[in-house]
């Protein structure tokens, strides 16, 4: 079975300074990861995923993310928030391809302060 | 060009009506999801359709039902239509080769009277 966990619900930041937004997954075998991100009445767009390459994955809008085996994470970084970032942020595991079993996090609510 | 489409956005409806959601894709991908997001954010995949063939099917009521006239579309055709199935409904699709990289549409919100 394979479940994913995003620590914290809302996170608050103010603009010019980091983000970390955590993800926990849990799986028997070697997944895929995938962070999205939802702006207001929107739909999902992909920020990166992490597919067995390498374990630093760079992404769209200066985001990264590291795949750490041994603490079976997945979080979410940027050096440098900006309001457009404000959204929510859906950590997502897969098992396999063609859409087999997906499984998104909760969601975590990043809030920018001027 | 948009690349997964949905229609109509905004559907407002009474109890026990029969709608339906359409779903379209212009990516060439083998296979299409229905995704269900609450009031409260949380996305639960209902279906997905492989080259035509249903392979993940969760226990949604069998009030929903899924129908693809082809590989590019996707419906969703639910029946006597209850209060909790107000939500926004997502089509996603993705090709087999990438990782299982989802492309999402713009979601269709529901609201049942």
């Known amino acids: 079975a394979q479940s994913v966990t995003q620590l914290d619900s809302h996170v608050s930041v103010s603009e010019g300074t980091p983000v970390l937004l955590r993800c926990n997954y849990s799986?028997?075998?070697?997944?895929?990861l995938f962070w999205y991100v939802q702006h207001p009445n929107k739909g999902l767009q992909l920020l990166l995923k992490?597919?067995?390459?390498?374990?630093l994955v760079k992404g769209i809008n200066g985001f990264e993310a590291e795949f750490k085996k041994s603490e079976t994470s997945f979080h979410l970084t940027k050096p440098s928030a900006h309001m457009s970032d404000a959204a929510e942020y859906f950590c997502v595991v897969t098992k396999g391809t063609g859409g087999f079993k997906t499984i998104f996090g909760a969601g975590t609510r990043l809030f920018v302060k001027a | 060009d948009t690349a997964v489409s949905q229609t109509p956005k905004y559907l407002v409806t009474q109890m026990g009506n029969d709608k339906s959601i359409k779903c379209e894709q212009n990516l060439g991908h083998d296979t299409m999801y229905w995704y269900k997001q609450d009031s409260k954010k949380f996305l639960k995949i209902m279906f997905s359709?492989?080259?035509?063939?249903?392979?993940i099917n969760e226990t949604v009521p069998n009030r929903f039902s899924p129908k693809s006239p082809d590989k590019a579309h996707l419906n969703l055709h639910i029946n006597s239509l209850e209060l909790g199935d107000s939500a926004v409904y997502f089509c996603?699709?993705?090709?087999?080769?990438?990782?299982?990289?989802?492309?999402f549409g713009p979601g269709t919100r529901l609201t049942v009277l």
């Open positions: 359709y492989n080259n035509k063939e249903l392979i």
């Open positions: 799986s028997s075998y070697s997944p895929s």
């Open positions: 996603a699709s993705s090709p087999l080769d990438s990782g299982n990289t989802q492309y």
């Open positions: 992490y597919t067995s390459a390498a374990t």
